[in-house]
C-alpha cells in the first residue's frame, strides 16, 4: 500500500492511493471462511457450504469493503503523517471500472489543504481598558439582590413604582374561520418599560387595550416589551392583540441585613453593608474585565484578519461544493457561494493557525470545568452563590451527556485558551476608562 501525492500548488493536491491484491487478499478469504462457516443455504448442512458457492455471492462486497476501509485509513494516516490541515474533504476522483481481482488498484482523491505561514502576535496592538464598577453602578447590583427577595405589597391603581402583569392575547376576528388556539403570552414590566407602561399605566385590574399588528410592527420597541420578536409582531396572524393588566403591585425591598447576606452568598461569607459593597465591587470589575479582555482580543483578531495573507484552495473548494452539495448545480453557483464566505473560512484557517502555533489542546478536565460554571453562572442568575461543589460537578455531569453541549463547550474551552494566549502575546494599550465609556466603545 502506497499513498502519493502530486501538488498542482502550495494548497491543493492529487492524493494517489495505490494497493496490491496482496494487501487485502487474506482478510477478504478469513471473512469469506467465516461467512461459509456460519452460512444456511438450503440443502446444506451449517458449516458444509462450498467456498466457491459463498464466493460468488459475497466476495465482490467484501472486497469492495475491505478497500474502502483501507483506502480511507491510507488516506487518513498521510493526512496526520504529513501534518496537512485539510479544507473541506477529499473528493474522489472517478473510478472507471473496479475489478477486486485485480493485482493493483489506484484510486485518487483532490485535497486542498492550509497554506504554511505564521503569525506574530506581538506585532499587533489594541486598545486594552480598564474598567472599574462606580458607586452607582455597585448600588444598582445590590439593589438588584434586595428586589430578587423583597415582598409584594398590594396597590390600589398603577403608579411609578409598580410591576405590571400582563397578559397578551391575539384577537380572533368575529366570523374567522378554522380554529385558532393562539397561547397567550405574559409578560412583567416596570417604569423602565417605558413604551408598554405608558400603554397600560391608566388601567385598572383585569382592564384591557388593544395593540393593532401595525402599531407592533412600527413599535419594535413596544413589541419586544410585549413578548414579541420583530419577525413575530409582523407574521401575526390576526389584526390586532389585547393586552390585560392582571396584577400590579409595588415591591418593599429585602432590608440590608444579615439575613440578605446569607441567602446570596452563604452563611456568615459577609458580615457587614461594607463586606458587601466590596465583594459585589470585586464581582463587577471581574465581569467587566473579562469583557475588556474580550474586546481586545476581537480587535486583534480583526487586525490578523485584515492584514494576514491567507491563500485558499479555491480551485479545489469549487469542485468540493460541487461534490458536496446537491444543491449546488454549477461551478458558477459554487464559485458565488465560495466568494460570500471567503472571509469566514479565512477566518477559521487563522484561528486554527494560532490554536496549532501556541499548542493551543483541550481535554475532559476542560470541558467539565467550563460545564461546572455554566452551571453557577446560570444559578447565580437566581441568586443562588453557595451550591456545593459536589452538587455543581453531578449537575456538569449530566449537561455532558448531550454531545451538542460537548461540542459547544468545547468550542468555548478552546476560545477561552486562545483568548489568554492573545492576552500574553499581543501588545497592549492600556487605558483606563468608566464602564458607560467603555460600553460606548462597544458599539463602535
Do not use: C
Not at 494516516?77 to 489506484?106: D, M, S, T, W
Not at 413604551?195 to 385590574?205: C, D, I, Q, R
Amino acid at each position: 500500500m502506497n499513498v502519493t501525492a502530486q501538488n498542482h500548488d502550495d494548497v491543493s493536491a492529487l492524493l494517489t492511493v495505490t494497493l496490491e491484491k496482496s494487501d487485502y487478499k487474506d482478510k477478504v478469504e478469513k471473512q469469506l471462511m467465516n461467512y461459509a462457516k456460519n452460512a444456511q443455504v438450503p440443502g446444506f448442512r451449517k458449516g458444509k457450504v462450498p467456498l466457491s458457492m459463498v464466493k460468488r455471492q459475497y466476495e465482490a462486497g467484501i472486497a469492495f469493503e475491505e478497500i474502502n476501509k483501507q483506502v480511507s485509513d491510507a488516506l487518513n494516516n498521510y493526512v496526520n503523517e504529513n501534518k496537512l490541515r485539510l479544507v473541506g474533504q477529499p473528493v474522489p476522483q472517478p473510478v472507471n471500472e473496479f475489478n477486486h481481482n485485480a493485482e493493483k488498484i489506484e484510486v485518487a482523491f483532490e485535497v486542498g489543504f492550509e497554506p504554511e505561514f505564521s503569525i506574530d502576535l506581538a506585532k499587533y496592538e489594541a486598545p486594552h481598558y480598564k474598567v472599574e464598577a462606580s458607586e452607582k453602578e455597585i448600588s444598582k447590583s445590590i439593589e438588584n439582590m434586595q428586589k430578587r427577595f423583597a415582598e409584594q405589597e398590594p396597590q390600589e391603581k398603577i403608579g411609578k413604582d409598580s410591576y405590571v402583569a400582563l397578559e397578551i392575547s391575539q384577537v380572533v376576528e368575529e366570523g374567522a374561520e378554522g380554529e385558532h388556539n393562539h397561547a397567550p403570552k405574559s409578560a412583567l414590566i416596570s417604569a423602565e418599560n417605558k413604551e408598554a407602561f405608558k400603554l397600560v399605566k391608566s388601567l385598572k385590574m383585569d382592564e384591557s387595550v388593544k395593540v393593532s399588528k401595525e402599531t407592533l410592527a412600527e413599535n419594535e420597541e413596544l413589541a419586544k416589551e410585549l413578548g414579541f420578536s420583530k419577525e413575530e409582531a409582523e407574521h401575526l396572524h390576526h389584526a390586532e392583540v389585547e393586552v390585560k393588566v392582571k396584577d400590579f403591585y409595588s415591591l418593599k425591598l429585602a432590608e440590608l441585613n444579615q439575613e440578605l447576606f446569607d441567602k446570596v452568598y452563604g452563611a456568615d461569607a459577609i458580615k457587614s453593608e461594607e463586606e458587601l459593597k466590596d465583594k459585589v465591587k470585586t464581582e463587577l470589575d471581574e465581569y467587566f474585565q473579562q469583557n475588556a479582555d474580550v474586546h481586545f482580543v476581537n480587535k486583534v483578531l480583526e487586525q490578523v484578519t485584515e492584514k494576514e495573507e491567507v491563500k485558499l484552495p479555491e480551485t479545489f473548494l469549487t469542485k468540493w461544493l460541487v461534490f458536496s452539495n446537491q444543491n449546488i448545480q454549477s461551478e458558477e453557483q459554487a464559485k458565488e457561494i465560495l466568494e460570500s464566505e471567503r472571509s469566514q473560512l479565512k477566518y477559521q484557517i487563522i484561528e486554527g493557525k494560532l490554536m496549532t502555533e501556541n499548542d493551543v489542546k483541550i481535554d475532559y478536565t476542560d470541558v467539565l470545568g467550563q460545564a461546572e460554571q455554566l452551571v453557577r453562572n446560570q444559578l447565580a442568575i437566581y441568586g443562588i452563590h453557595h451550591l456545593g461543589d459536589e452538587e455543581i460537578q453531578k449537575y456538569a455531569a449530566e449537561m455532558l451527556k448531550d454531545q451538542e453541549q460537548v461540542r459547544q463547550l468545547s468550542s468555548e474551552v478552546a476560545m477561552a485558551k486562545l483568548k489568554d494566549v492573545i492576552l500574553e502575546k499581543a501588545t497592549k494599550k492600556e487605558t483606563a476608562i468608566s464602564h458607560d465609556e467603555f460600553l460606548e466603545e462597544l458599539k463602535k
